[in-house]
């Protein structure tokens, strides 16, 4: 069962392609009817510009809830999209940006989905950095 946790933690949303789906309606649900103040980060990552769904809805999204913040990470922008955001893979991207906050990666919940490849990396790059399997929550597609 994928959906948020009952706790007080920073949730900390990872995905790309169709993860979106599940992602989205978990963090809408969280800001839009849980409203329960929790600090939300979302990191989405698309191949090219074209490829970010709902972009301007998530954009709506941060300028309403002050506890809400996305960043789209494309992985091979095309020169037509004008991309000045971050370019790599998203679940390095997120890190970096984690880190450079000093945040307290064990102490959040990370809720990802996504590409089997990209699951994969995900969740051993949160183990690596120390986040407890405890705090890690996946949908597979049944993978």
Not at 6 to 35: C, H, N, T, V, W
Request: contains cysteine; charged residues 25%.
């Amino acid at each position: 069962d994928f959906r948020a946790s009952d706790s007080d933690a920073d949730m900390i949303f990872i995905g790309g392609g169709a993860g979106m789906a599940p992602l989205r309606a978990i963090i809408r649900s969280e800001l839009q009817y849980a409203r329960s103040g929790r600090k939300i980060d979302y990191w989405y990552g698309a191949r090219a510009r074209a490829d970010l769904f709902y972009a301007t809805e998530f954009d709506s999204l941060q300028e309403e809830y002050a506890n809400f913040r996305w960043q789209p990470v494309l992985s091979e922008p095309l020169a037509a999209d004008g991309w000045e955001g971050p370019t790599g893979f998203v679940h390095t991207i997120a890190l970096q940006d984690l880190k450079s906050q000093n945040r307290d990666l064990a102490a959040c919940e990370f809720y990802v989905c996504g590409p089997p490849p990209m699951l994969s990396a995900t969740r051993k790059m949160l183990a690596d950095a120390g986040v407890p399997e405890s705090r890690i929550y996946f949908d597979d597609f049944g993978i």
